[in-house]
C-alpha cells in the first residue's frame, strides 16, 4: 500500500515538472511576441495566468498551455506584420529620417486573423474592434 501511494506521488510530481516547462516555454514565447501579435495587455494575461494558474492548479496551467502552444502560436507565426497603408510616405524619405518607421499608424486594416473584416491598429497593436470591410 505504501509503495502504491509512493508511486502515485512520483508520478504527480514528475506530471507538475513536466507542466511547469510547458508553463515556462509558454511565458518565454509570450514575452518574446512582437506588439502587433500580442498588446501588452495581452501578453499580461497569458503570463500571470500561466504562472498563478500552474501554482494553483497545474492541471489547468498544462492544458493552458498546450492549447497556447500548440494552436495559437501556430496562428501567431503564421500572421505577417501589417503592411504600410497607401499613400503613407516612402521609408526612405526625409520624414522618416532616411530610415523606415518601427509601426504602421493607427487604422482600419485586413484583419490579420481573417474572416474577411477589418481591425482596428492602434500604432501599436491590433485591438478586439472589427468591421466589414470598408464599413463601419
Known amino acids: ?39 501588452s495587455g495581452q501578453k499580461a494575461m497569458w503570463i500571470i495566468g500561466s504562472i498563478v494558474g500552474w501554482v494553483l492548479v497545474w492541471p489547468v496551467a498544462a492544458v493552458t498551455a498546450v492549447i497556447y502552444l500548440f494552436v495559437l502560436r501556430r496562428r501567431l507565426n503564421s ?8 499613400g503613407a510616405p516612402d521609408s526612405n524619405s526625409p520624414a522618416f529620417g532616411g530610415r523606415p518607421p518601427d509601426l504602421p499608424p493607427a487604422a482600419w486594416y485586413p484583419d490579420p486573423a481573417g474572416g474577411g473584416g477589418e481591425r482596428w491598429w492602434d500604432g501599436r497593436g491590433w485591438s478586439d474592434q472589427v468591421r466589414r470591410q470598408g464599413g463601419d
Request: aromatic share 4%; charged share 15%; proline share 11%.
Open 1 to 39: 500500500m505504501i509503495s502504491i501511494a509512493r508511486d502515485l506521488l512520483i508520478t504527480a510530481g514528475a506530471l507538475a515538472l513536466l507542466t511547469l516547462a510547458l508553463v515556462l516555454w509558454t511565458v518565454v514565447d509570450v514575452a518574446r511576441r512582437p506588439r502587433w501579435q500580442l498588446s
Open 79 to 86: 500572421l505577417t506584420p501589417p503592411a504600410t497603408p497607401p
